[in-house]
């Protein structure tokens, strides 16, 4: 069974209204590092993976996408991508990504998948199945919670001393794969914590290179909007990867 928590309202609304405050570790670390790894989308055709409410889709149409696709399996997160954008070039689908298919030979120059691909649990089959719709000379992008992050079981991992001040970040159960139980806005969101050995190997095994890959930083302004981004160069929160067909 596939979690589709973005469908609790409780959920949803705390995340909603988290992303509109534009103050948030997307907005500085993970948005800025994602687009920095975008080639020229100029007539390209892209597929957005747990594309949430639609707005990268949206980046991708005004940087010159011809076509983009964006997937999600969340129905709130799709119709308010229907809501608030209304370009023709984009098209929701509501579904688990790990049911994608397309006619044969329909392949996208670009895939991209912001923060959603450590929810699925069969990795591996979800890279095989990208590398099917990856055009020849495309390139596959994502960005998920960093494996240091995800590693250590239950919630809250900055290990503070009595006057709450963050001492060091615990890792803890770094080679033990699998589901996570987090506590974020309610209890018990599941995600798939995964080793960066098999992140990286799983894509080299299906027949992708590997061509860049991101630890990001803040930007400077999101230090000042949120000063304890700072603690981003004690331990990254996400890993950003780029990969390409092997030739
Ligand atoms: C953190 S949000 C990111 C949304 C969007 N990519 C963005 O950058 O704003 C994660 C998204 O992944 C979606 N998601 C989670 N599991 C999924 C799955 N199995 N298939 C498709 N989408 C999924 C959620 O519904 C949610 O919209």
Not at 164 to 186: I, P, S
Not at 232 to 237: A, G, I, L, Y
Request: hydrophobic share 35%; net charge negative; proline share 4%.
């Amino acid at each position: 069974m596939k979690q589709n928590i973005y469908d609790d309202p409780q959920f949803f609304k705390n995340y909603i209204t988290l992303r509109e405050s534009g103050v948030t570790y997307n907005d500085f670390i993970e948005q800025p590092a994602i687009k920095s790894m975008i080639p020229d989308l100029r007539g390209k055709t892209v597929l957005d993976l747990g594309c949430g409410d639609g707005h990268f889709s949206k980046y991708c149409v005004e940087n010159g996408a011809q076509k983009v696709i964006g997937v999600d399996i969340s129905e709130n997160m799709i119709e308010r991508a229907n809501k608030i954008n209304s370009d023709q070039r984009i098209e929701f689908m509501r579904l688990p990504m790990e049911d994608l298919t397309f006619a044969a030979g329909q392949t996208f120059d670009v895939i991209i998948s912001s923060l959603a691909i450590h929810y699925i649990r069969d990795y591996s089959a979800l890279i095989q199945n990208m590398y099917e719709m990856l055009a020849n000379n495309g390139e596959f992008i994502f960005s998920i919670e960093h494996p240091i992050v995800t590693a250590r079981k239950g919630s809250g991992h900055w290990v503070k001393d009595e006057e709450g001040t963050r001492q060091h970040w615990a890792l803890d159960h770094y080679q033990e794969e699998g589901l996570r139980e987090h506590d974020w806005f309610v209890d018990g969101v599941v995600v798939y914590h995964r080793t960066i050995s098999t992140l990286i190997n799983t894509l080299i095994e299906n027949g992708f290179a590997l061509n860049r890959i991101l630890e990001p930083q803040s930007t400077p302004a999101g230090i000042e909007k949120m000063p304890k981004l700072i603690n981003e160069t004690r331990r990254p929160s996400f890993l950003v990867l780029k990969a390409t067909i092997k030739p």
